[in-house]
């Protein structure tokens, strides 16, 4: 919840974009408050939300400045909460979507507003302007002194953020600095149209992993072939060494045996001597007939069989 004194805010606004149960506006005498609500699983969930209370505080004072952003937000929470009809017209979509400040960004993180949402309503949001402080002086000037005396006297009465944000407000709107798009699209477009977004970011994705996964592969494939290259040299002593390996008994022996023996088989079918390295494959199988464990981890490398 925010609350805001009504000076800064209007209830007309804010009735544009917070009308359902997600988002909603609460009313008191003197002040408005703006209600944002997920209905999500508390697992987890509160105790992420004290870290984060402190990032989202500035959004008040944005909104008490005129950004709309925050409220925006709300009304496409409310559209992914599916409390808003499919055939409701967006309210007006602020500047500035594009590239949210850090307290609206974890705003919405922590309200879990969908990503691709964001990004589609984004793309009306006409960019922000760069405020122009150079004429802020000039704009100051020309506000009735009976005006600036009464601000003045609020200031010295404690009431400094409040004019700070009520002046901020009046600038940007004088400078044309919080312009909105007109509402064009209604929540059924956007949430399709989110949904389209989405579709095709995890077809990228899956496309990009399939080529990296193929990179992989070569890759693997090549150090592989460099490795037959390798053993090729070295034939003979390969057959001797698993040998001995066997010998031992020891079963992590027998692995490393068997990878061998594998790689051998691997260097006889692309020399095509596949025939030569099963007959004497068999004999050294049909030598050790007598370890089951062996025999076992032959079997599951899919090694030739005794017939």
Known sequence: MFRLPREVLDTETVDLYCYTDAASLLETKDHLIVSLYADRDPDD???????????????????????????????????????????????????????????????????????????????????????????????????????????????LSGEGAAVQALLSRRFRRACGGNEAAAATRTAAELWKAAGDRKAARENVEEERQREQQAREAEAKAAAYARHLDDLATRQEAAWEQAGTLIETKNPRDYDVAVTLLSDLRALAERRGETAAFTSRFLALREQHQRKPSLQERFDKAGLPRLA
């Open 45 to 155: 969930y509160w105790e992420e939300a004290a870290g984060r209370l402190a990032a989202m505080v500035q959004a008040r004072s944005d909104l008490a400045a005129g950004d709309l952003r925050l409220l925006y937000m709300g009304w496409l929470l409310a559209v992914q909460s599916d409390d808003v009809d499919d055939a409701d017209t967006e309210p007006p979509v602020p500047a500035g979507m594009r590239e949210l400040s850090a307290p609206l960004r974890a705003l919405a993180d922590f309200l879990d507003i969908d990503q691709d949402l964001l990004a589609v309503a984004a793309e009306a949001s006409p960019d922000t302007r760069d405020e122009d402080h150079g004429g802020l002086a000039d704009w100051i000037a020309s506000l009735q002194a009976k005006e600036k005396d009464a601000l003045l006297a609020r200031v």
